[in-house]
């Protein structure tokens, strides 16, 4: 059964570092969505993306943030500048052609900022 | 601003019992609505969903009622088995931005 997968499952970085997240979405989905989850609290929406730009972004996508599609088949969450607080799970996510289609999550980064 | 809310957050529920988690949610213009189950160190899964133009949907042992005049949701498992034993939470959307509440620890006790 075709799955999102994300790499790496384990990011640890210096605060103020530049980070990047991977994620292959299952490959005839067109929309691509990050969510984040800090420990213990509730998944939170970041960015949806469709037609190689950004669709929706909640106010937590800020200008450190951004999303590319560098190729066919990775999509990318660059968070330029880290802070303590960027310290949660972040999980991939696809769907075939609408939001409102099922999405399908990939297993998470764990990203620790020191 | 948008609210999502779940009323428990831990269910404990005997093996072969029916198990229901509640989802309260505050736009009224929501309008597909997801129940996920996730496991300790996965990402969330997908159970089962339900547009607004419905009051019930079912899968296999799971079934979604929506309660639009309340904004009130709820996930039934029918027969609960160990597997079941996950955190559930809802996600609501109006025009594609998910909000997501916060989550049920359901336990299933032999």
């Known amino acids: 059964e075709p799955e999102v997968t994300q790499t790496p499952s384990h990011q640890v970085t210096q605060m103020g570092q530049e980070v990047i997240l991977r994620c292959v979405p299952i490959s005839n989905h067109l929309y691509f969505y990050w969510y984040r989850q800090i420990l213990g609290q509730k998944v939170e929406f970041l960015v949806s993306f469709y037609n190689n730009e950004i669709s929706e972004k909640s106010e937590i996508f800020d200008d450190q943030f951004s999303v590319e599609r560098p190729d066919g088949s990775n999509f990318t969450l660059k968070i330029r500048s880290t802070k303590l607080e960027d310290s949660a799970m972040y999980f991939c996510?696809?769907?075939?052609?609408?939001?409102?289609?099922?999405?399908?999550f990939g297993p998470g980064t764990r990203l620790t900022v020191l | 601003g948008e609210s999502v809310g779940l009323h428990l957050p831990t269910l404990s529920v005997q093996e072969g019992d029916n198990s229901i988690i509640n989802c309260a949610y505050s736009?009224?213009?929501?309008?597909?609505f997801i129940w996920y189950k996730q496991e300790s160190g996965k990402g969330p899964q997908f159970i089962i969903d339900i547009r607004s133009n419905m009051d019930k949907r079912q899968g296999q042992r799971v079934t979604v009622l929506l309660n639009k005049t309340v904004k009130h949701l709820s996930l039934q498992i029918a027969a609960t088995q160990p597997g079941d034993s996950a955190v559930y939470f809802c996600a609501v959307t109006a025009g594609g931005k998910f909000q997501f509440g916060a989550g049920t620890q359901v336990v299933v006790t032999p």
């Open positions: 996510a696809s769907s075939v052609s609408l939001p409102t289609d099922t999405q399908y």
């Open positions: 736009n009224s213009a929501s309008d597909y």
